[in-house]
C-alpha cells in the first residue's frame, strides 16, 4: 500500500526508576509530545511542512507495508497518566526502566506487542542518541528461560534456517520480532522494572533486549513500545491498573504547540451523555490488532453499506494517519462526497491522494458525514475529512486499499478515544482536545 498514512505510532522516553508502588492509585497519565513539535527531541527547525508531510508520509507507507504483512508474520488495581506531546506521525511519552534510572526516548507503537530496547553489548545496532542500555548496570534485571510461559508467548519464525524462540548458551529465551516495513530486533527476553515519573511504577515487567537490531524510519530512538493486546504489551502487563487507555487527539493546527495525555486505568474512563461504544472484535488471524464491526458511512442523506460485517472488518490504529477503506466502497464514499461539494477537484502529482481541492474555502460546505460502528454512529467534521498536505491543498483523508481496513487517526482529532480490553470494547466522545 502506496498512502500518506503518516503513522503516528508514539515515542515514549523512557525514563527508569527501581521502586515498586504497592499505594499506586487506579491510573496515571503521561505527556504525548508530537515528533516535529519544537518540544520534541527530534525537532528540524530547517525543515519546511513539505518536508515534514513527505517523510511523514514515507514513515506511514511503511508503517502501511508492515499491516499488509502482518498476517502471514507470526506475531503474536492502580491509576497511571503521561504527557503525549503532538509530530505529523510520531509522539512522544515519558516512562522508566531499569535500576538505577535510564532516560531513553522509544516508539510506543498500537500495532504490535513486544516492549524491547538497545542493549549493549550490540553487535548490530542501529544508531541512537543516547547510549545503549545495559541490563549488567541494572540490578533489577532478569533473563527469563527459554521455557519460560513468557518465551512460548513469544512468535514462532523461522529466520535464515534459524528457528525462534530458541534457548541460548545460559538457557535464556532468545528471540526474533520482525516488522513488515524490515524492522526486527533479534535479542534475550528477560524482566525489569518500568516507571511513569512518580504516578505508579511495576516490577518484572517483559521486555526484549535487542543486540541485533533495525528499526527503519526511527533510528536514535531506543527502542519500541508495544500497546496491542497481546499478553506482552504494556497496556497487557500493568497489573492492578487494569488494561485501559485512551487518549485525546487535538487538530492538526494544534499539534505543534500543545501536548496531550494518553491516560492509562480508571483515569482513562471517559464518561457523559456523548459517549458512544462498540464491541472489539477478537481475530485470531491478528490478535494484536483492535478490530471493530464497520457497518456503513452516511453522507448527505445517503447511506453506503459495508457488506463483509460481523468479523471484524476495520482496525482502529492511533499509529496509521488516514482511514483505508475496501475499494468498492471507498469509491461509493468518495463519489458522494465529490458530488456534496461540487468544486473542481485538483489531480496533485507524485501522491496516492485521490480527492483533493486547491481552495480550503471551496470545502467549506462538507457534507454530513456520519461512520456507523456496531452500536456506535460517529459524526465527523471537516477536520477529520480532510487534511492539508501543503498550504493550500487538502485532500480527503481517506484511501482505498484491497488490504487491511484501518480507522486512521485524523478521524479520531477531536475524540476522546478509550480502549478497554477487559470489557472488550472501544468507546468515543467529541469533545475540544485543547482543553484535555
Same mark, same amino acid.
Given at each position: 500500500?502506496?498512502? /500518506?498514512?503518516?503513522?503516528?505510532?508514539?515515542?515514549? &522516553?523512557?525514563?527508569?526508576?527501581?521502586?515498586?508502588?504497592?499505594?499506586?492509585?487506579?491510573?496515571?497519565?503521561?505527556? &504525548?509530545?508530537? %515528533? *516535529?513539535s519544537?518540544?520534541?527531541?527530534?525537532?528540524?527547525?530547517?525543515?519546511? /511542512?513539505?518536508? %515534514?508531510?513527505?517523510?511523514?508520509?514515507?514513515?506511514?507507507?511503511?508503517?502501511?507495508?508492515?499491516?499488509?504483512?502482518?498476517?502471514?508474520?507470526?506475531?503474536?488495581?492502580?491509576?497511571?497518566?503521561?504527557d503525549?506531546?503532538?509530530? *505529523?506521525?510520531?509522539?512522544?511519552?515519558?516512562?522508566?526502566?531499569g535500576?538505577?534510572?535510564?532516560?531513553?526516548?522509544?516508539?510506543?507503537?498500537?500495532?504490535s506487542?513486544?516492549?524491547?530496547?538497545?542493549?549493549?553489548?550490540?553487535?548490530?545496532?542501529?544508531?541512537?542518541?543516547?547510549? +545503549?542500555?545495559?541490563?549488567?548496570?541494572?540490578?533489577?534485571?532478569?533473563?527469563?528461560?527459554?521455557?519460560?510461559?513468557?518465551?512460548?508467548?513469544?512468535?514462532?519464525?523461522?529466520?535464515?534456517?534459524?528457528?525462534?524462540?530458541?534457548?541460548?548458551?545460559?538457557?535464556?529465551?532468545?528471540?526474533?520480532?520482525?516488522?513488515? *516495513?524490515?524492522?526486527?530486533?533479534?535479542?534475550?527476553?528477560?524482566?525489569?522494572?518500568l516507571?511513569?515519573?512518580?504516578?505508579?511504577?511495576?516490577?518484572?515487567?517483559?521486555?526484549?533486549?535487542? /543486540?541485533?537490531?533495525?528499526?527503519?524510519?526511527?533510528?536514535?530512538?531506543?527502542?519500541?513500545?508495544?500497546?496491542?493486546?497481546?499478553?506482552?504489551?504494556?497496556?497487557?502487563?500493568?497489573?492492578?491498573?487494569?488494561?485501559?487507555?485512551?487518549?485525546?487527539?487535538?487538530?492538526?493546527?494544534?499539534?505543534?504547540?500543545?501536548?496531550?495525555?494518553?491516560?492509562?486505568?480508571?483515569?482513562a474512563?471517559?464518561?457523559?451523555?456523548?459517549?458512544?461504544?462498540?464491541?472489539?472484535?477478537?481475530?485470531?488471524?491478528?490478535?494484536?490488532?483492535?478490530?471493530?464491526?464497520?457497518?456503513?458511512?452516511?453522507?448527505?442523506?445517503?447511506?453506503?453499506?459495508?457488506?463483509?460485517?460481523?468479523?471484524?472488518? !476495520?482496525f482502529?490504529?492511533?499509529?496509521?494517519?488516514?482511514?483505508?477503506?475496501?475499494?468498492?466502497?471507498?469509491? @461509493?464514499?468518495?463519489?458522494?462526497?465529490?458530488?456534496?461539494?461540487?468544486?473542481?477537484? +485538483?489531480?496533485? @502529482?507524485?501522491?496516492?491522494?485521490?480527492?483533493?481541492?486547491?481552495?480550503?474555502?471551496?470545502?467549506?460546505?462538507?457534507?454530513?458525514?456520519?461512520?456507523?460502528?456496531?452500536?456506535?454512529?460517529?459524526?465527523?467534521?471537516r477536520?477529520?475529512?480532510?487534511?492539508? !498536505?501543503?498550504? *493550500?491543498?487538502?485532500?480527503?483523508?481517506?484511501?482505498?486499499?484491497?488490504?487491511?481496513s484501518?480507522?486512521?487517526?485524523?478521524a479520531?482529532?477531536?475524540?476522546?478515544?478509550?480502549?478497554?480490553?477487559?470489557?472488550?470494547?472501544?468507546?468515543f466522545?467529541?469533545?475540544?482536545?485543547?482543553?484535555?
Amino acid at each position: 500500500m502506496h498512502a /500518506h498514512l503518516h503513522s503516528f505510532a508514539l515515542i515514549i &522516553l523512557l525514563l527508569s526508576t527501581f521502586s515498586v508502588n504497592s499505594n499506586a492509585k487506579k491510573g496515571f497519565s503521561i505527556d &504525548l509530545v508530537h %515528533r *516535529d513539535s519544537p518540544l520534541s527531541p527530534f525537532y528540524n527547525s530547517s525543515m519546511t /511542512h513539505s518536508e %515534514r508531510v513527505q517523510n511523514a508520509a514515507l514513515r506511514s507507507i511503511s508503517r502501511a507495508n508492515r499491516f499488509g504483512q502482518s498476517s502471514s508474520m507470526a506475531e503474536t488495581s492502580e491509576l497511571v497518566e503521561t504527557d503525549i506531546i503532538p509530530n *505529523d506521525a510520531n509522539y512522544l511519552m515519558k516512562i522508566s526502566v531499569g535500576t538505577p534510572p535510564v532516560e531513553r526516548w522509544a516508539v510506543a507503537d498500537t500495532g504490535s506487542d513486544l516492549i524491547w530496547f538497545q542493549c549493549s553489548p550490540c553487535p548490530q545496532c542501529y544508531p541512537q542518541n543516547e547510549q +545503549l542500555f545495559d541490563p549488567k548496570s541494572s540490578s533489577t534485571y532478569a533473563s527469563l528461560s527459554c521455557g519460560s510461559e513468557q518465551c512460548k508467548s513469544l512468535p514462532q519464525v523461522t529466520v535464515q534456517g534459524q528457528s525462534y524462540p530458541n534457548c541460548g548458551t545460559s538457557n535464556e529465551c532468545m528471540y526474533f520480532y520482525s516488522y513488515g *516495513d524490515g524492522s526486527y530486533t533479534i535479542g534475550e527476553l528477560g524482566t525489569e522494572s518500568l516507571s511513569f515519573g512518580q504516578a505508579a511504577s511495576f516490577s518484572k515487567r517483559v521486555f526484549g533486549c535487542g /543486540h541485533n537490531n533495525n528499526l527503519a524510519f526511527y533510528q536514535n530512538t531506543a527502542g519500541l513500545v508495544g500497546l496491542g493486546q497481546g499478553p506482552l504489551s504494556l497496556v497487557s502487563q500493568m497489573g492492578n491498573v487494569g488494561r485501559k487507555f485512551s487518549y485525546c487527539l487535538p487538530p492538526i493546527s494544534h499539534q505543534q504547540t500543545t501536548s496531550t495525555k494518553l491516560r492509562f486505568g480508571e483515569e482513562a474512563t471517559i464518561s457523559g451523555n456523548e459517549v458512544v461504544s462498540t464491541p472489539l472484535i477478537p481475530r485470531s488471524d491478528s490478535p494484536t490488532y483492535y478490530y471493530l464491526n464497520l457497518e456503513g458511512i452516511t453522507v448527505g442523506q445517503q447511506t453506503v453499506p459495508l457488506t463483509s460485517q460481523g468479523n471484524g472488518n !476495520i482496525f482502529i490504529d492511533s499509529g496509521t494517519t488516514l482511514t483505508m477503506l475496501p475499494t468498492s466502497f471507498y469509491e @461509493q464514499v468518495e463519489a458522494l462526497v465529490r458530488q456534496a461539494i461540487g468544486a473542481d477537484q +485538483l489531480i496533485v @502529482q507524485n501522491s496516492d491522494s485521490k480527492l483533493c481541492y486547491t481552495n480550503a474555502n471551496s470545502i467549506q460546505n462538507v457534507p454530513t458525514f456520519v461512520v456507523h460502528f456496531t452500536g456506535a454512529n460517529l459524526s465527523l467534521n471537516r477536520q477529520n475529512i480532510f487534511r492539508f !498536505i501543503s498550504d *493550500d491543498v487538502m485532500c480527503l483523508a481517506m484511501l482505498p486499499t484491497d488490504g487491511k481496513s484501518i480507522y486512521g487517526n485524523v478521524a479520531h482529532i477531536d475524540f476522546e478515544v478509550e480502549y478497554d480490553l477487559d470489557q472488550k470494547k472501544v468507546s468515543f466522545a467529541p469533545v475540544d482536545c485543547t482543553k484535555q
